[in-house]
């Protein structure tokens, strides 16, 4: 098989067309070109150069046919040279981003992915999205995406030994219709929840958030909530309770004039994370997450 040498060599004798030229040029001795040249020709069961005028040798033609099927490979080598930099520099390849519904609501994702095209723009994303975070977190263990977006509520969630980034991290509250009886009321219990109607996450939608908040609920009422209305994501329920159809529990990162938000005892936390599996060394994923904010990492957590 030809060496990189060789070919080399052949292509700057090529152009020359005379031995002593091209020697001086490579360096080398004129009888050493021509061993490599004659290398060549074996390898390649041909030859290239018509010897017959020692004075100005000539390509056959089965010389012209390798000159013109060769010559672009000094320089498809030195792109390839520089692709395989790029990329292991993060700054070429493909980066898969699985999102769930919830992030949408609390984290501007499109100013994310619009500087990772500014600064790296060679990386090819593909971004998918689940309903729920746990669809989008098993996505990242089974390793179908390099990195998942999503929510977790403190000490009831799990993160199973991913890496994880902190983006955003809010209260969950209790939220009132502005006009609701109890929205304004100084002493408000616990107990008092027994009478109030809930708009619920979507059980078949959103079952593990469903189970928790009824578990955080039974816990200290020691009786099931009355359920009037489901809806999937935050985002429909706030609109559901600001409009005076129930009270619900969701974050309180954003501020609703139509609703009041009240403190949970013992109360719940959730956070937006940036979730990876530790042993994806993905360059790309690398200069993903320098891009996300709060960017050091938190260590992984069994929550």
């Known amino acids: 098989m030809a060496t990189l040498k060789q070919i080399h060599d052949f292509l700057l004798l090529a152009e020359e067309l005379h031995f002593a030229r091209a ?8 009888a050493a070109l021509s061993l490599e040249v004659r290398k060549l020709e074996h390898s390649l069961g041909a030859q290239l ?3 017959s005028d020692r004075w100005k040798i000539r390509l056959t033609e089965a010389g012209h046919a390798y000159f013109n099927r060769i010559r672009p490979l000094p320089e498809l080598m030195k792109s390839a040279r520089e692709a395989a930099r790029r990329a292991s520099r993060g700054e070429e390849g493909k980066l898969s981003v699985i999102l769930s519904n919830a992030v949408y609501d ?14 790296y723009p060679g990386v090819k994303l593909k971004i998918q ?8 977190a098993e996505m990242v263990r089974s390793g179908e995406c390099d990195v998942g977006i999503f929510a977790y509520i403190h000490h009831a969630s799990t993160l ?3 890496r994880h980034i902190r983006i955003v991290e809010s209260d969950i509250a209790l939220a009132f219709p502005a006009r609701h009886p109890l929205a304004g009321k100084p002493d408000l219990k616990i107990e008092d929840l027994r009478r109030c109607g809930f708009i619920f996450p979507a059980r078949e939608e959103m079952p ?3 189970r928790l908040f009824e578990e955080y609920f039974m816990a200290r009422c020691h009786t099931l909530p009355v ?7 935050f985002r429909a329920i706030r609109q559901l309770v600001a409009a005076g159809l129930g009270v619900a529990l969701v974050p309180s990162d954003r501020p609703d004039r139509n609703i009041v938000f009240r403190k949970l005892p013992d109360g719940l936390r959730r956070s937006i994370v940036a ?10 994923l690398r200069n993903f997450l320098s891009l996300v904010p709060n960017c050091e990492p938190a260590a992984a957590e069994a929550i």
């Open 23 to 30: 020697a001086e040029k490579l360096g080398i001795s004129q």
């Open 49 to 51: 150069f018509d010897r």
């Open 106 to 119: 609390a984290f501007d994702v499109g100013t994310l992915f619009r500087r990772m095209f500014q600064q």
């Open 129 to 136: 999205d689940r309903l729920s975070s746990p669809q989008a």
């Open 160 to 162: 199973d030994g991913l």
């Open 208 to 210: 593990v958030l469903r």
């Open 227 to 233: 359920i009037e209305h489901e809806a999937v994501g």
């Open 275 to 284: 979730a990876w599996d530790e042993s994806n060394l993905s360059p790309a």
